[in-house]
């Protein structure tokens, strides 16, 4: 099944509510947007920072809080429906990068014994942003 967001969300991302976010991975070398079958990953260092898929009345956003060893902070709305939504989840990424880092190698991998380096399991785009050799986007 080809992969691809539908018009309401491309337009949401390209000059809607969304927009801000493909704004900041356009701007930050360490973040890699990759498009699913109806949803959105942002990548931080082949880390998966945010999803985004539709949801009622807008787009929610999810930060798998495996990352935080314990507490988990308190994370910002995950309803995205207007701009103080992405702007909080915007003032929320250097928290959630860092628990990314934190994890690093250290998290336990689910692969066999001979794939267990969790650099070098990665899809070779998260790796490349990983290593921050990632291609930047192009725009329209």
């Not at 959105?40 to 998966?48: A, F, P």
Request: aromatic share 6%; proline share 10%; hydrophobic share 40%.
């Amino acid at each position: 099944m080809p992969r691809g967001l539908n018009d309401k969300f491309m337009a949401a991302l390209t000059g809607g509510v969304l927009t801000p976010l493909l704004d900041r991975v356009k701007a930050d070398r360490t973040l890699c947007l990759e498009i699913r079958e109806d949803y959105l990953n942002i990548y931080y260092r082949g880390g998966n920072l945010m999803r985004i898929s539709p949801a009622d009345g807008g787009y929610s956003a999810l930060f798998d809080t495996k990352y935080f060893a314990a507490p988990v902070p308190s994370m910002p709305e995950a309803p995205l429906r207007e701009a103080a939504h992405v702007a909080a989840w915007l003032a929320a990424l250097p928290a959630l990068k860092q628990a990314i880092v934190a994890v690093g190698a250290a998290a336990p991998s689910p692969l066999p014994a001979p794939h267990r380096n969790r650099q070098n399991h990665r899809h070779p785009q998260h790796r490349d942003a990983a290593t921050g050799t990632a291609r930047p986007m192009k725009s329209g």
